[in-house]
């Protein structure tokens, strides 16, 4: 006789358990040569050392499959605990380009050829700048690339943090606690994390620190160790705020910062950060830089003409000051 304790750990019990334990019962049925019990995210297997081997194989594929897509079904059950099922893993060819399924099986993929840059150059390297106008999907594809990493256990943590400054407007006195007035300059972080985790998971990964959306003033004197740590809008970090937070990598740890280098909000005469870094660093090897541009525009299509009209009115006039861009190149 063999005993195995699978753990429970990247989904709910109860998702994959089902309601009332109605798919646990039927897991069992297809089993009845082995004892399962379950407690809460532990899931004992007892019986044939062979059959055990087997089951726990299979058990984990449904928890996988379970945690991409967001639910599972008796029919998917039956596919996957299948003798006859010969495959390995849960992943197909067209799946193979999914960063990461978000709640109800919602996949989320690099679209165009720029983000599907982004996705080759995390790889073998370990910054990414990524920079490029509104609605190109690179904050989008940055946020999917280190979920998908936490999920893949590449890293322990993701680190998001944005430049606290105003886009613009003099929004004045905000009220509440730090985190409530904080919060609005965050917001669209936290919006593509609720697109690629359940709610519930993604508050218990918020609540003991795996996930943490902070404004990059409290990055300041940390060591990201094991982390996968965005920088977004760094157009509007300092050029020591960005210096900053580009020596706060640890081991085993991965960087990608993002930036529109057309909407720039610092004060006059204060220099943008990302300018100077991507002269910099542009030869150092390990870093890598990204350019998108109007073609990788994933938003409404007038975003893709806005981005036009605005690029040719830039290239009219000389920028007047060290805020405004210079000429890009792709």
């Not at 998917?76 to 109800?104: F, H, M, W």
């Not at 165009?112 to 370990?126: E, P």
């Not at 979920?147 to 606290?164: F, Q």
């Amino acid at each position: 006789m063999s005993e195995q304790i699978i753990q429970i750990d990247q989904v709910s019990p109860l998702d994959i358990y089902g309601p009332n334990d109605l798919y646990l019962e039927h897991i069992k049925s297809l089993f009845p040569k082995l004892k399962l019990i379950a407690r809460g995210n532990f899931l004992k297997v007892t019986g044939e050392k062979e059959e055990v081997d087997f089951f726990v194989r299979r058990f984990e594929l449904i928890m996988v499959h379970c945690e991409r897509f967001g639910k599972i079904t008796d029919s998917i059950i039956n596919q996957i605990l299948s003798p006859d099922n010969d495959r390995d893993t849960p992943i197909s060819k067209a799946e193979a380009d999914v960063l990461v399924y978000g709640p109800g099986g919602h996949s989320v993929r690099a679209i165009t050829a720029n983000q599907k840059a982004m996705v080759s150059s995390i790889s073998a390297n370990d910054m990414v700048f990524a920079i490029g106008p509104a609605g190109t999907g690179k904050t989008y594809t940055a946020v999917a690339l280190a979920v998908r990493a936490l999920k893949n256990r590449e890293v322990k943590r993701i680190i998001l943090t944005r430049p606290a400054v105003e886009a613009g407007e003099n929004l004045g006195f905000l009220p509440g606690d730090m985190k409530e007035k904080l919060d609005p300059y965050l917001q669209p972080l936290y919006d593509a994390l609720r697109d690629m985790l359940p709610t519930q998971k993604l508050l218990g990964y918020l609540e003991d620190g795996t996930i943490e959306v902070a404004p990059l003033a409290f990055m300041r004197g940390r060591t990201l160790d094991q982390a996968f740590a965005i920088l977004d809008e760094a157009q509007n970090a300092t050029r020591s705020q960005l210096k900053m937070f580009l020596t706060r990598m640890g081991k085993s740890a991965k960087f990608i910062i993002t930036g529109d280098i057309t909407q720039i909000d610092l004060p006059a005469r204060q220099p943008s950060g990302l300018l100077q870094a991507r002269e910099v660093l542009k030869d150092i090897e390990g870093i890598d830089f990204i350019y998108l541009d109007e073609r990788d525009v994933v938003r409404h299509k007038l975003v893709t003409r806005i981005i036009q009209a605005y690029k040719k009115e830039q290239e009219r006039i000389k920028p007047e000051s060290n805020n405004e861009p210079q000429s890009q190149s792709s």
